[in-house]
């Protein structure tokens, strides 16, 4: 049976007895009583409640702080507020539209039973419709995140419990395994999922602006700090483990003591944080406190089941994105693909399987559709490089390499530059540079005329 969850925020005695009388004997109920506001807020940090009736009748205006608090909860309870009888009937108090039902009190003991029943079928409504939507995103979510093995469905199992809990997330795993699609479906998951979700790619920030992006609100900056724009949601902070001391510091305090506003806060990293504690470079109270909630992600070689599913989901979601008409797998490739140690993880995979449907005549993608060892290395043991000094012979090194991927996948391409691009991951202006840098044309590539099957860029 569905429970009900109910804060009372009396100083009085009477009003505790009087609505726990009230209530007895209905089995739904679970009220916990507090007495003041910083007691109430305690609480309010805990855990959420479905229902929270407050004494409002000796603190002259309605409890405006604890009022507000309130209404940044996610998901929104359901309020009732006491006030001394007369004051019920005096117009419309300023927080009218987050209160639900007002009490004059003392009330006449049939119209508290209504009161308290009308709440309490609301609470159950709103828990009912909760659970339903819950169930319709459960199905959405796990609907693109694919893969069957023991490891995954375990690894669903803790994602959906830790989206149900309030307290920060680590998720861990090797580049590519899928801890930005696994921070999002805590997310989506979880009772913030109406809020918004923001995401800071910590390397790409300097501590400064980290810091500034972090705080509740900033006078130096203009727009809003990216902690504002994710309230009532979820702020995922993107590879964590480089960030500095002061960043880790504020870091803590938000997730100790912050303002009760405080996105939850999801956290990914590809490094060991533990060996960063040893060697002082990460605060290891801050370890302790995230890895409370952790989640990890394993590298796809540990789990080549998983290669299969994995494969045809990504081949199909590829094929709508790119606008291609569908196209199977031969059998020969999945062999390979499941043969293949997969470094780069489901993004190395996703890279393999647009590179196949881009490349692919017939709606068989095959192995020679594909790359899968990547290309050799070229050059660095000639004789001539070991005698260059390292710069020169880094930049030696490095041309040859560019000059025989670039000119593999243009070759691919016929010389379509935002084809190669996008099968080997990069963006078109991106590519475009790296050819000007080391001398690369397209042209060579191209059919002699426009319509020999080259595509326009
Ligand atoms: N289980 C999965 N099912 C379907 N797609 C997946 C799965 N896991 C990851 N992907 C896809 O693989 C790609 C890489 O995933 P994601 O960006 O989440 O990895 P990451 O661990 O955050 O990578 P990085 O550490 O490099 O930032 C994305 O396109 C993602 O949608």
Redesign the pocket.
């Given at each position: 049976m569905t429970s009900i969850t109910i804060l009372i925020i009396s100083r009085d005695p009477e009003i505790h007895a009087t609505l726990q009388e009230a209530m007895d004997g209905n089995p739904i109920c679970s009220p916990d009583v507090t007495t003041g506001s910083k007691a109430a807020r305690e609480c309010l940090l805990a855990q959420g409640y479905d229902l929270i009736i407050i004494d409002d009748r000796n603190t002259g205006p309605p409890s405006g702080d604890i009022l507000q608090e309130i209404a940044a909860l996610r998901p929104a309870p359901t309020v009732i507020l006491i006030r001394p009888e007369a004051s019920v009937l005096q117009g419309l108090l300023p927080n009218e539209p987050l209160i639900h039902e007002i009490i004059g009190w003392p009330p006449s003991p049939a119209s508290l039973q209504s009161c308290l029943r009308r709440a309490l079928e609301r609470c159950l409504l709103i828990s009912e419709k909760n659970k339903l939507e819950q169930h319709c995103r459960c199905h959405t979510i796990f609907s693109?995140?694919?893969?069957h093995s023991t490891s995954m469905k375990e690894l669903m199992d803790t994602l959906t419990s830790l989206a149900e809990g309030k307290g920060s997330i680590l998720i861990t795993?090797e580049?590519?395994?899928?801890?930005?699609?696994?921070a999002r479906a805590l997310h989506s998951l979880s009772e913030r999922s109406a809020g918004p979700f923001r995401r800071l790619h910590c390397p790409s920030m300097s501590e400064d602006s980290l810091l500034e992006d972090l705080c509740p609100s900033s006078a130096t900056k203009k727009t809003e700090t990216s902690f504002e724009k994710a309230k009532g949601g979820t702020l995922f902070l993107?590879?964590i483990a480089n960030i500095g001391p002061a960043v880790q510091e504020h870091l803590e305090y938000l997730m100790t003591a912050g303002p009760p506003d405080t996105p939850r806060i999801l956290m990914?990293t590809?490094q060991d944080l533990s060996s960063k504690t040893e060697t002082k470079l990460f605060r290891s109270s801050l370890y302790e406190k995230i890895r409370a909630g952790h989640l990890h992600?394993p590298p796809l070689r540990k789990r080549p089941e998983d290669i299969p599913p994995?494969a045809h989901?990504?081949l199909e979601k590829q094929c709508h994105k790119l606008k291609k008409p569908g196209k199977s797998i031969a059998p020969e490739l999945m062999k390979r693909l499941m043969a293949h140690p997969w470094e780069g993880n489901?993004?190395e995979l996703?890279n393999t399987i647009i590179h196949g449907i881009l490349f692919s005549s017939t709606q068989k993608i095959g192995t020679e559709d594909v790359q899968l060892s990547g290309p050799r290395p070229v050059g660095p043991c000639s004789a001539a490089l070991h005698q260059a000094n390292y710069k020169d012979a880094k930049e030696e090194a490095l041309k040859g390499f560019n000059q025989i991927y670039i000119g593999r996948l243009l070759k691919r391409s016929k010389g379509n530059i935002s084809l190669a691009a996008r099968a080997c991951g990069l963006e078109r202006q991106a590519l475009q540079q790296i050819m000007k840098r080391y001398d690369i044309s397209p042209g060579p590539y191209r059919p002699r005329t426009g319509c020999e099957g080259g595509y326009p860029d």
């Open positions: 693109n995140i694919a893969g795993g580049s590519g395994t899928g801890k930005e699609l696994a993107d590879e990914s590809n992600l994995l989901y990504l489901i993004r996703e």
